[in-house]
């Protein structure tokens, strides 16, 4: 059975910093495209950083430069380091995974991903 679990989520202040863990097992977890998402009620996912290899990974313009998105592939877990939050980081966090022989073309598209944790809520306050 394959399972995502995230953990890492909490409370901060703006400014704060949260690291976000996705201990994932059931698959090799080194051949699969590797996403964090995002969603707040009323509003759509939001594909945050995705990341296929050290050298190959994609953030949205709003994190750019605040976020990085990580693996170990010893250790099938993903991360995502988050620092200078912001209220509007404000979300459920959810990591995702695609395989590579199904290898999404828009890295950061929900519909891409057909494997799903069940999240963890970031709440910043200001």
């Known amino acids: 059975q394959v399972h995502l679990v995230e953990s890492g989520g909490g409370s901060v202040q703006a400014g704060g910093s949260l690291r976000l863990s996705c201990s994932v097992s059931?698959?090799?977890?080194?051949?699969?495209?590797m996403t964090w998402f995002r969603q707040t009620p009323g509003k759509e996912c939001e594909g945050v950083a995705s990341?296929?290899?050290?050298?190959?990974?994609a953030y949205i313009d709003s994190v750019k430069g605040r976020f990085t998105i990580s693996r170990d592939n010893t250790k099938n877990t993903l991360y995502l380091q988050m620092t200078d939050l912001k209220p509007e980081d404000t979300a459920m966090y959810s990591c995702a995974a695609a395989p590579d022989w199904k290898a999404p073309r828009q890295r950061l598209r929900d519909l891409e991903y057909n494997i799903w944790g069940q999240g963890t809520q970031v709440t910043v306050s200001s």
């Open positions: 059931g698959i090799i977890f080194s051949k699969y495209y």
């Open positions: 990341i296929w290899t050290d050298v190959d990974s």
